[in-house]
């Protein structure tokens, strides 16, 4: 039960693959505006009942892997960080205006995938096998 989350009337462990594109595949990420991205995540993140686990960068993406509760407004808290993290890094970063392409920062779609601790194919056996002797 230790590697499992709770609270008062439920046990999880709820994990998710995010990626996330500058509009355009533009190049704007290097180590310091990747390290600032992840701590405006970092910051708004638990608001939303969501823990930042790994964080990585290519020059025009990030991947990041968070656990979030059965609570957790998964899709607010993305559209609250793209929105608040658009406007800081460019802030911060005024060079990245210039890479950008009519101010727009992110792209508007994300990736989302979950992940667990067994493949798909294996949970879909289990429950299909429920109830058999």
Aim: some cysteine; charged content about 30%; glycine content about 4%.
């Amino acid at each position: 039960m230790d590697k499992y989350d709770h609270n008062a009337h439920s046990v999880f462990l709820l994990y998710y693959h995010l990626i996330l594109v500058v509009k355009y595949r533009r190049k704007v990420f290097d180590e310091d505006v990747s390290e600032r991205a992840k701590e405006i995540f970092s910051y708004i993140a638990p608001n939303y009942g969501i823990t930042l686990e790994e964080w990585n960068h290519d020059s025009d993406h990030v991947h990041v892997m968070f656990r979030g509760q059965p609570k957790s407004e998964i899709s607010r808290f993305i559209n609250a960080y793209k929105s608040a993290s658009s406007r800081l890094l460019k802030k911060e970063y005024p060079e990245i205006r210039e890479k950008l392409w009519k101010e727009t920062f992110w792209s508007q779609s994300f990736c989302l995938l979950t992940t667990g601790g067994a493949p798909i194919e294996t949970i879909r056996q289990y429950i299909e096998t429920q109830g058999e002797k």
